[in-house]
T-cell receptor
Framework: DAGVIQSPRHEVTEMGQEVTLRCKPI?????LFWYRQTMMRGLELLIY????????DSGMPEDRFSAKMPNASFSTLKIQPSEPRDSAVYFC????????????FGEGSRLTVL | QKEVEQDPGPLSVPEGAIVSLNCTYSNSAFQYFMWYRQYSRKGPELLMY??SSGNKEDGRFTAQVDKSSKYISLFIRDSQPSDSATYLC???????????WGAGTKLIIKP
């Protein structure tokens, strides 16, 4: 069974450009999370969806960040305009067992903004 | 003070040694305690989780939670070079989606 699939794996872009990260959760999982990981701040929750509905977006840094989940098998995280401080690894995770801490992570999208 | 504290290491031990990884937490409402393993340039992978206090064993791995002292431990027996990774502890309250993460401990097993 395929795990969580993220694309692109690596993205290098220039400041001011739009970045779109994509995620396909595990089939049957109804909860989806976007995390950001940096050396300085560790893993930070950006946004949480349940049954395709955004439940908690309090971790989204600012209006430059937006996320959508148009259906149960696809989600996007968009940064517009991108800034060098957005450089990080962005992870998508899904679970069918919300509230237990059992998350399945993708391999991440490594973003570098020059 | 962070809600979950973890020494970032690195912790370097010889192959075959018993490894002890630890975290402390401050929120007494936490009920789920998880250990995730993260290899370089990969996503975190759930290794073990424990509900409330007690021990849980899975092969060479033992997870231990002491709620009285708010202490979380992961023991690895007969450590292997393939165990070299960053180990992240995390906690959450019952039926709550918000995981609180430790900083991660980088473990190096020397052949």
């Amino acid at each position: 069974d395929a795990g969580v699939i993220q694309s692109p794996r690596h993205e290098v872009t220039e400041m001011g450009q739009e970045v779109t990260l994509r995620c396909k959760p595990i089939s049957g999982h109804n909860s989806l999370f976007w995390y950001r990981q940096t050396m300085m701040r560790g893993l930070e929750l950006l946004i949480y969806f349940n049954n395709n509905v955004p439940i908690d977006d309090s971790g989204m840094p600012e209006d430059r960040f937006s996320a959508k989940m148009p259906n149960a098998s696809f989600s996007t995280l968009k940064i517009q305009p991108s800034e060098p401080r957005d450089s990080a690894v962005y992870f998508c995770a899904s679970t069918a067992r919300e509230g237990t801490g059992e998350l399945f992570f993708g391999e991440g999208s490594r973003l570098t903004v020059l | 003070q962070k809600e979950v504290e973890q020494d970032p290491g690195p912790l370097s031990v010889p192959e075959g040694a018993i490894v002890s990884l630890n975290c402390t937490y401050s929120n007494s409402a936490f009920q789920y305690f998880m250990w995730y393993r993260q290899y370089s340039r990969k996503g975190p992978e759930l290794l073990m989780y424990t509900y409330s206090s007690g021990n849980k064993e899975d092969g060479r791995f033992t997870a231990q939670v002491d709620k009285s002292s708010k202490y979380i431990s992961l023991f690895i027996r007969d450590s292997q070079p393939s165990d070299s990774a960053t180990y992240l502890c995390a906690s959450c309250m019952d039926s709550n989606y918000q995981l609180i993460w430790g900083a991660g401990t980088k473990l190096i097993i020397k052949p």
